[in-house]
């Protein structure tokens, strides 16, 4: 007769958590056991904001950002300068753009990046929406991952976009405040080499 173990509840959840980002095993089983330790306080709220976000918190079908409203908040801010577009691939990295306080424009998430590993097409990335909107822009910033996928998705987005009239752009790469030459690595070194200013 065979036997089939089952997962504990708790051991479901600690797997569950330790497929967040940045949590291992270890950290999601002392978040698992600090939310069963205080239910009413932690544990419950917890579980109503979850069940609200997954309900309400959608893509922006304009832009892709994340927001419980459709078009999201920075596409309906009448303060944007709307001439200017940042492409971003993630809700995460408009978010880290927005939290610099530097870009007031609008943005496009395109949702990742190209990779012939991961069989990630441009078709997935929505650069049809983008070249659209591009249409009634000055600029058209890059803010993509300085990645290989990275750099070949700013070329194809670069390549849609030249019929567009809209001024395609990078973000500046290279030596960051307060780094140290001796500690960079030779493509950051080079990357800033070839971005320097006058």
Same mark, same amino acid.
């Given at each position: 007769?065979? +036997? +089939?173990?089952?997962?504990?509840?708790l051991?479901?959840?600690?797997?569950?958590?330790?497929? $967040?980002?940045?949590l291992?095993? %270890?950290?999601?089983? %002392?978040?698992?056991? @600090?939310?069963?330790?205080r239910?009413?306080?932690?544990?419950?709220?917890l $579980?109503?904001? #979850?069940? @609200?976000?997954? %309900?309400a918190?959608?893509?922006c079908?304009v832009?892709?950002?994340?927001?419980?409203?459709?078009?999201?908040g920075i596409c309906?801010?009448?303060? *944007?300068e709307?001439?200017?577009i940042?492409?971003?691939?993630?809700? !995460?990295?408009?978010w880290?753009?927005?939290?610099?306080?530097?870009?007031?424009?609008?943005? @496009?998430?395109?949702g990742g990046?190209l990779?012939? $590993?991961e069989?990630?097409?441009?078709? !997935?990335?929505?650069?049809? !929406?983008l070249?659209?909107?591009?249409?009634?822009a000055?600029?058209v910033i #890059?803010a993509?991952p300085a990645?290989?996928?990275?750099?070949? +998705? !700013? @070329?194809?987005?670069?390549?849609?976009?030249?019929e567009?009239?809209? *001024?395609?752009?990078? $973000?500046g790469?290279?030596v960051?405040?307060?780094?140290? #030459?001796?500690? #960079?690595?030779p493509g +950051?070194?080079?990357a800033?080499l070839?971005?320097?200013?006058g």
């Open positions: 007769m065979s +036997t +089939t173990s089952r997962a504990s509840p051991d479901t959840l600690i797997g569950s958590l330790a497929r $967040l980002p940045g291992g095993r %270890r950290s999601a089983q %002392r978040i698992a056991l @600090h939310l069963l330790s239910r009413e306080a932690v544990l419950e709220p $579980l109503e904001a #979850l069940a @609200h976000a997954a %309900r918190v959608k893509p079908s832009c892709g950002n994340l927001d419980g409203a459709d078009p999201c309906t801010d009448a303060g *944007r709307r001439g200017q940042c492409v971003v691939a993630s809700p !995460a990295d408009l880290a753009m927005e939290g610099a306080g530097a870009y007031r424009g609008l943005y @496009h998430v395109t990046v990779s012939a $590993l069989g990630v097409g441009p078709e !997935a990335l929505n650069l049809d !929406a070249a659209a909107r591009a249409a009634g000055q600029e #890059l993509l990645t290989v996928d990275g750099m070949t +998705t !700013a @070329h194809a987005i670069a390549a849609t976009l030249a567009t009239g809209a *001024r395609v752009t990078r $973000l790469q290279g960051p405040v307060g780094g140290e #030459l001796g500690r #960079l690595d +950051t070194i080079a800033a070839r971005a320097r200013g």
